[in-house]
């Protein structure tokens, strides 16, 4: 199964590869978009990717894993094509309708396959060095966009789609994982999933605690990021670079594990909250470039740290044989939120950018305080 493992970094590292990450945001506003627009197609897309999750982590369970990557792998490749050539809101949509089919199918299954490859043994370490994978592909791909892609947006656009297209190709020679043949899967899982997950009460505020605080940090990272650097008075060039940097970040994913050993689980979290509530704070105070900077780096620090301890609690509150389907019952239940947040965050960005760092703020202090009330009643269980 080590294969498996390194077929599946490999696989992150070129779907890593988005070209036009950079300017992702003034790209989209260049072709007409404000910023209230991108959050609406955002919130669109998580919309149906809640719908979809259920239907795939069902379909992901009776066809098999390996199958189930291959396809979503080739429907990213398709939706990169999309996007390059998008030209207005109807195509960005159509591209994130198609995204949106792609994530909710890969939902759990990536990290199901990487759990069941290495059979449970340090799944933090290998959650974290497959998270790390996938920043590499960012970091490579961003230092190609600042020295040599530039202003050429549309080659950018044509360099992600070569790279998804190699990904695409890796996903062929993927290994099953599942334990049990697609006919021994019970009739009703997801009714005896379902049930299993909404009974553990204190488990789904954890959920909501992990869709506050990543919410926050993907809008931030990918979006806001962008238009603080503008108000900063920066350019695309030196926004290429500071991408760069806080794409490095992403590799101390590698460290979650180790973090974790070194201060346990609660001190983890808390830790994450903090340093995620105190970035946001900053950045809805200050429009200078060095601390907007650092803010917005340990922003990426807290989530890149704490996204392999997320998957490794989700994977071991799991006890079904039907693992994609419970994983994509917690993503439906985590999008339910995101699709609020979104909007919120898009409405207050067009009002006042500030606004909506200081609402990312409050969102993660309020994860924290729902970490301690999960881990205090998960302790005692």
Not at 201 to 219: G, I, K, P
Not at 252 to 263: E, K, N, Q, Y
């Amino acid at each position: 199964m080590k294969k498996n493992i390194l077929l599946m970094y490999a696989i992150a590292l070129f779907q890593g590869m988005v070209f036009y990450g950079p300017i992702a945001t003034l790209y989209r506003q260049t072709q007409g978009l404000s910023v209230f627009q991108i959050t609406i197609i955002e919130s669109i897309s998580l919309g149906l990717g809640l719908l979809l999750e259920l239907p795939w982590g069902i379909v992901a369970d009776k066809i098999g894993y390996r199958k189930t990557v291959l396809i979503c792998c080739l429907l990213y490749f398709l939706s990169k094509i999309i996007f390059w050539q998008a030209t207005g809101f109807g195509g960005f949509l159509a591209e994130r309708i198609l995204l949106s089919v792609v994530l909710s199918g890969l939902s759990g299954v990536d990290t199901s396959i990487l759990y069941l490859s290495c059979q449970g043994k340090d799944s933090q370490k290998i959650f974290g060095l497959y998270n790390s994978m996938s920043m590499a592909g960012l970091l490579f791909a961003a230092a190609v966009f600042s020295l040599a892609v530039g202003e050429h947006y549309r080659l950018a656009g044509l360099l992600t789609v070569v790279s998804y297209a190699i990904a695409a190709l890796l996903a062929c020679f993927l290994t099953e994982v599942k334990q049990k043949p697609a006919n021994e899967v019970p009739s009703e899982p997801f009714r005896v999933t379902l049930q299993a997950t909404l009974r553990n009460r204190t488990f789904l505020l954890f959920l909501l605690a992990v869709a506050l605080v990543t919410e926050t940090h993907q809008t931030v990272t990918v979006f806001l990021s962008q238009l603080q650097y503008a108000r900063c008075g920066l350019d695309s060039p030196t926004m290429g670079f500071l991408y760069i940097f806080v794409t490095v970040l992403g590799l101390l994913g590698v460290c979650s594990a180790a973090v974790t050993r070194r201060i346990n689980t609660l001190p983890s979290l808390v830790l994450f909250c903090c340093m995620a509530a105190a970035s946001c704070g900053v950045l809805s105070v200050v429009q200078h470039t060095v601390p907007s900077v650092l803010s917005i780096a340990a922003l990426r620090i807290s989530n890149t740290l704490f996204q392999p301890l997320q998957w490794e609690i989700q994977n071991q509150e799991i006890h079904t044989e039907n693992r994609a389907t419970a994983l994509s019952i917690h993503t439906m239940l985590i999008n339910c939120i995101a699709m609020g947040t979104n909007l919120m965050f898009g409405a207050l960005s067009d009002w006042s950018l500030s606004a909506a760092f200081l609402f990312g703020s409050s969102l993660c202090f309020l994860s924290l305080l729902l970490f301690l009330f999960w881990y205090r009643h998960t302790e005692n269980r």
